[in-house]
């Protein structure tokens, strides 16, 4: 099995570099077992989304990273939570919080300092574990 990096995931869905867009198409085309660490899925949708060329709309990096999940060639690290995390995004939770909380189901909640935007939308939407701001 051999695992991707971003600019490889970059090149295959944007297409903006012809001769690294062929051998990226080449390599997801192939019958070998393919790896995608959540890590680089974290690093791709930040590409994507705020990448000087790209900034890609949440529908199409939505539609990007359902088509991912499902390349039959291709293993999602923690895919279950990866799944679920799309299903926040579609909710309209930041992609990489939505992949944080996803991954912490067996926690009692999730902590954050900086994002009262993140927890309040996690709140109304009843998403778990609760993500709070802790207070002194």
Same mark, same amino acid.
């Given at each position: 099995?051999?695992?991707?990096?971003?600019?490889?995931?970059?090149?295959? =869905?944007?297409?903006?570099?012809?001769?690294?867009?062929?051998?990226? +198409? #080449?390599?997801?085309?192939? /019958? /070998?077992? +393919?790896?995608?660490? #959540?890590?680089?899925?974290?690093?791709? =949708?930040? *590409?994507? #989304? =705020?990448?000087?060329?790209?900034?890609? /709309?949440?529908?199409?990096?939505?539609? %990007?990273?359902?088509?991912?999940?499902?390349? *039959?060639? %291709?293993?999602?690290?923690?895919? @279950?939570? $990866? /799944?679920?995390?799309?299903?926040?995004?579609?909710?309209?939770?930041?992609?990489?919080?939505? +992949?944080?909380?996803?991954?912490?189901?067996?926690?009692?909640?999730?902590?954050?300092?900086? @994002? #009262?935007?993140?927890?309040?939308?996690?709140?109304?939407?009843?998403?778990?574990?609760? $993500?709070? $701001?802790?207070?002194?």
């Amino acid at each position: 099995m051999k695992a991707l990096d971003t600019n490889i995931l970059a090149r295959y =869905y944007t297409q903006d570099d012809p001769r690294q867009a062929k051998i990226a +198409l #080449r390599i997801l085309k192939q /019958e /070998e077992a +393919l790896f995608v660490p #959540r890590t680089v899925l974290i690093e791709f =949708y930040f *590409v994507l #989304r =705020y990448g000087k060329q790209y900034h890609f /709309e949440p529908a199409r990096i939505n539609a %990007v990273l359902t088509h991912l999940l499902g390349l *039959v060639n %291709v293993t999602i690290e923690q895919a @279950d939570a $990866v /799944e679920t995390a799309l299903r926040y995004y579609q909710k309209g939770i930041d992609f990489a919080d939505a +992949l944080h909380l996803a991954s912490s189901q067996h926690c009692s909640m999730l902590l954050t300092f900086d @994002d #009262r935007k993140f927890a309040r939308r996690a709140r109304r939407l009843g998403l778990k574990p609760p $993500v709070t $701001v802790p207070s002194a």
